[in-house]
């Protein structure tokens, strides 16, 4: 039994077999053109052939998952069609006379770099961003395009990282979670996750393993746990975990409908904080009153949790302090901040 | 040419999908289009100039347009920066 411990990105506890996803590598060589022109023209062959896999990403996200996951593909597609980017490229082909594969490579390294320099988190997992096209164009101007991988079972999806195209191959139906090596609170495995609504857990570390694959797993998006090979109480106890989530995802189905109500029966107006449409739509359906944005954009409250254990309604503010104007609003609700 | 300022309000800052946004409206514009924060300047139809500016919640951006449909692309622009950020 082997347990690992990484970034607990979204709640869940799931268990089954570990699929363990490595995309083929292509070597890229550095060896120089004495003609850049037609090494020109493989570059844009190729960058056109990947703006329109880019395109068909996108069609296939926003059916499976709604216009916020498949935006990431259209900024692919505006990355792919930056002419800082393609000025790079071109300039390293025809002053530099390396070849196109090389060129994307050191194109994409460079703006990558830029990125992680940022101070911000979320702009350095943007670096991702542009390795992922750069890698994209190299696989197609090297012939060695990914074949899309077919998942028999519902598994754990376990990667050294996985990129918003290559996390797209899989059907959704038959992915219970993610894992990987690497990533952080806001790469985009941590970003799909939480919009999908699979549980993931990123950061694990080096130690994960190819040789994981086919072995059963128990993942804790929560707790930011992995556990390969688990043993039988470990196991039993996964289960029993999973039964309760069940449980309890049922009970608050069954909320639905009811009147809000504190326990001392006082009557309040729950409200969600939504970003767009979507998000009203689906919080529409758990029963939200309302959009609770007031008109200067003083958002309340993130998500609302029903405790089965009694509780008063606990509200969790967004960034884990409670806003003042929250508790003028609802004095006589017991709240927790997390 | 035109020009006008905007304070950030999303708490992201200009990450990548509304940056995404404005560089779309942006390029269906003759004019040229920069952005700018404090000293560092960026060109509104180039998405990696936008996203390197790192301009966050609270950091005021000016928009500068030069060209002849400078009129309509500042309107786009700041309904564009009001609606997204």
Known sequence: MKELHGIGVFNGVVVGPVYFYAPGRCTVSDEKVTDPEPELARFEIARLRAQRQLKGLYDQALAQAGEESAAIFDIHQMMLDDQDYIDSVRGLIEKGHDNAARAVQKTGARFARMF????DEYM????ADVLDISRRVIQILCGAEGETPGLEVPSIIVAEDLTPSQSMQFEREKVLAF????????SHTAILSRTKGIAAVVGLGEEVCSAWHGKTAILDGKKGLLIVDPDEPTLAAAQEQIKCQEKEAQALEAL???PDRTIDGREIKLFANVGNVEELKDALARD?????????GIFIFTIFRLSLRRRAISCLPPSGTVNERTENYFPHVRYRSR | MKEFSYVIQDKDGIHARP?????KIANGFKSQIAISKGEKKGDLKRIF????????????????IEGEDEEQAAVALEEALKNNL
Do not use: I
């Open chain 2, 49 to 64: 100039s936008v996203m390197a500016l790192g301009a966050k919640q609270r950091d005021t951006v000016t928009v500068r």
């Open chain 1, 116 to 119: 992680s320099e940022m101070e």
């Open chain 2, 19 to 23: 940056a995404g946004v404005l560089v």
């Open chain 1, 124 to 127: 350095q997992a943007r670096s």
């Open chain 1, 288 to 296: 939200a009153r309302g959009d609770g944005a007031f008109p200067y």
């Open chain 1, 256 to 258: 639905k409908g009811t």
């Open chain 1, 179 to 186: 894992a990987t090596a690497k990533g952080s609170a806001c």
